[in-house]
């Protein structure tokens, strides 16, 4: 079946410090990849998301390349804010899995001023 | 955009009770919409999936008449946990998909329950 294996938390940076979640799938046929933000007592929000091989998906500093060929979709920021500090679910969505998606774990980051 | 709202937000009810949390797509129809059980620090747990006008379609290991989902329009699903205990108290949270953009999930801002 599915899976999302990403790297364990906690990360603790300082701010303006770059950022690399790591982020693996397994998957059937040619999944849609995306990574997802949850703040302190909310939902999950969007952060970006690729459908392709070699899509880049990026939105507020943040971003991913789908990699077909390691299976992987790590998250990056070249310069990371206290405002940044979140859960990060990696996920995947496969049309052979009935429209559900596939979550990891999630890493919780903490950036620190 | 693309908007999803929960409502209660929060709520506490006695043991024994049964509770109703709604799910509505503000700004889309959401064709399939979906409910997640989050415990703390951990990952979402897919409880089911429902589609407008047929009945849910429920992960492995979900009571099915425990947790019973109403999908009556293309914009509210509804999640009533009956008989509720306090092994019940937890974070759900609801998703739902765009017919436009099926793979990418929307979701509410969550209800935190706790059944004393």
């Known amino acids: 079946g599915d899976s999302v294996t990403q790297m364990e938390g906690p990360v603790t940076l300082s701010e303006e410090a770059f950022l690399t979640i790591n982020c693996t799938y397994t998957?059937?046929?040619?999944?849609?990849l995306f990574w997802y933000v949850q703040y302190p007592g909310e939902g999950l929000q969007l952060l970006l998301k690729a459908t392709k091989a070699d899509d880049k998906g990026s939105n507020k500093g943040f971003e991913a390349t789908y990699r077909k060929e390691t299976t992987s979709f790590h998250l990056e920021k070249g310069s990371v804010q206290v405002s940044d500090s979140a859960v990060y679910f990696c996920?995947?969505?496969?049309?052979?899995?009935?429209?559900?998606?596939?979550f990891g774990d999630g890493t919780t980051l903490t950036v620190k001023p | 955009g693309a908007v999803v709202s929960q409502h209660p937000s929060r709520v506490i009810c006695k043991s024994g009770t049964s509770v109703k949390i709604e799910c509505r797509s503000l700004?889309?129809?959401?064709?399939?919409m979906f409910w997640y059980r989050q415990f703390p620090k951990q990952s979402l747990m897919l409880m089911a999936t429902s589609n407008e006008g047929s009945k849910a379609t429920y992960e492995q290991g979900v009571e099915k008449d425990k947790f019973l989902i109403n999908h009556a329009s293309l914009t509210l699903s509804t999640l009533t946990v009956t008989s509720a205990h306090p092994e019940d108290s937890s974070f759900y949270i609801c998703?739902?998909?765009?017919?436009?953009?099926?793979?990418?999930?929307?979701f509410g801002p969550g209800t935190r329950l706790t059944v004393l």
């Open positions: 998703s739902a998909e765009k017919g436009t953009d099926p793979d990418t999930q929307y």
């Open positions: 998957a059937t046929g040619y999944p849609s």
């Open positions: 700004d889309f129809q959401a064709t399939t």
């Open positions: 996920a995947l969505a496969s049309k052979t899995n009935a429209g559900k998606s596939t």
